[in-house]
């Protein structure tokens, strides 16, 4: 069974850092891309960064490029989102979803997600 | 870059068919076959119910269809449940920018 399970949000102040991760198990993690998608109380999904099965390419949102990193290990399993110069209009629910397609590529298309964890950013 | 398009809410009876549009531009919607749709649940997390405009993963119930014109998606639910209360959203590839864009999600009421 595909599971996914992020940690690492919390409450954190305007313009500071922070590293959410994601455990996966239940398939070959090295062999799918994986997302990140937020969603803000009430409001709808927004993909925010995306990284290739081997790590190699990565993809950010116009909203989130040069402040916030995706990285993984595929040897841990595990997915990263560093997040830095937090802003308000950042604070959401943060997903990790698993690309649809087995191999290299990102599709953007997520077939299966973690619960989310949930980021603040309030003085 | 801007969100696609989706109506706030529709609503129907059980039994009947909806359709939800998905307007983009010549950009991201018009330009690729990359449209994908997710249910969200009331408290749950979305789900995939298509990809590549009109493929639906396994597991997912042949009621729901997709399909493109132009720079309009549509998602097409038939024989309408209790259980497809929900909201629904539309994604699509984009290319340079923001990679995939999100629709800004459409509540389905079933009367």
Redesign the interface.
Same mark, same amino acid.
């Given at each position: 069974e595909v599971q996914l399970v992020e940690s690492g949000g919390g409450l954190v102040q305007p313009g500071g850092s922070l590293r959410l991760s994601c455990a996966a198990s239940g398939f070959n993690f090295g062999n799918y891309a994986m997302n990140w998608?937020r969603q803000a109380p009430g409001k709808?999904?927004? #993909?925010v960064s995306?990284i290739s099965a081997s790590g190699g390419g990565t993809?950010?949102?116009? +909203?989130v490029k040069g402040r916030f990193t995706i990285s993984r290990d595929n040897f841990k399993n595990m997915l990263y989102l560093q997040m830095s110069t937090l802003r308000v209009e950042d604070a959401a629910l943060y @997903?990790c979803a698993k690309d649809?397609h087995f191999g290299q590529q990102? +599709? @953007? @298309?997520?077939?299966y #997600?973690?619960?989310?964890t949930l980021v603040t950013v309030s003085s | 870059?801007s969100?696609l398009t989706q109506p706030a809410s529709v609503s129907g009876s059980p039994g009947q068919s909806i359709t939800i549009s998905c307007t983009g531009t010549s950009s991201d919607v018009g330009a690729y076959g990359?449209v $994908?749709w997710?249910q969200?649940l009331p408290g749950k997390? &979305?789900k !995939?119910l298509i990809?590549d405009v009109s493929n639906r &993963?396994s597991g997912v119930s042949i009621r729901f269809s997709g399909s493109k014109s132009g720079n309009t998606a549509s998602l097409t639910i038939s024989g309408l449940q209790a259980e497809d209360e929900a909201?629904y959203?539309c $994604?699509s590839?984009a290319g340079s %920018?923001?990679?995939? !864009?999100? %629709?800004? %999600?459409t509540k389905l009421t079933v009367l």
């Open positions: 998608v709808g999904l927004e #993909w995306g993809r950010y949102a116009d +909203s @997903y649809l990102l +599709s @953007y @298309y997520c077939d #997600w973690g619960q989310g | 870059q969100a990359y $994908s997710y969200q997390v &979305p !995939l990809y &993963p909201d959203y $994604s590839d %920018g923001t990679p995939v !864009l999100f %629709g800004g %999600g």
